[in-house]
């Protein structure tokens, strides 16, 4: 089955400074990656995703790369805020189904 | 504001004891997920079905753990008997097959004693 690696553990950064996190899967097949974003005491929630026909994919403040060949994807938010101090989770999806399988997540704190 | 519904809450009980979580998927929804959340092990997938089928439950204690769904609005997962071991946050998600998207309800989070 798929595995699904993350990288750091934890992150501590100045606020307007940027971060990155970094993941590798292990499924050649998987075609999904999303990120999730998990406050303390709340649900995880999808911030962006991205398929495997793309490269990169941006929302403001955030983006995603995708490198099929070797096989990882990173997010990378830029001017980090307070606000985004929270457990971001990468996750692959093989095609066929919906199962997604998660990383072990970063705890990201964006320190004043 | 669709959004997935999970219950109980938070649940207290003494090892040993039944234990059910339900959950309602998004109106629409054709796959649903149960999730466990710990600090050691992140988020786990237990089982999931598709248009009410179980279609996988190899992250599940079979001994203990069973999940159903008697409906398409409504998912179970039930331990029997409960162990300290169980305590953390439960997590149903659904999603439509086509999109992908996954939406997580608001958990439930259990504690054995």
Redesign the interface.
Known sequence: GENVEQHPSTLSVQEGDSAVIKCTYSDSASN?F?W?KQELG?????II?IRSNVGEKKDQRIAVTLNKTAKHFSLHITETQPEDSAVY?CAA?TGG?????????TQLKVEL | DARVTQTPRHKVTEMGQEVTMRCQPILGHN?V?W?RQTMMQ??E?LA?F?NRAP??DSGMPKDRFSAEMPDATLATLKIQPSEPRDSAVY?CAS?N?NT????????SRLTVL
Request: charged share 20%.
């Open positions: 999904y999303p999730y709340k649900r995880p929630q999808l995703d989770f999806k189904g919906n199962k997604l399988t998660f990383g072990t997540g | 796959t997920f999730y992140g988020l997938l999931y598709r279609l996988d997590f999603a097959f992908g998207e996954l939406f997580f309800g608001e958990g």
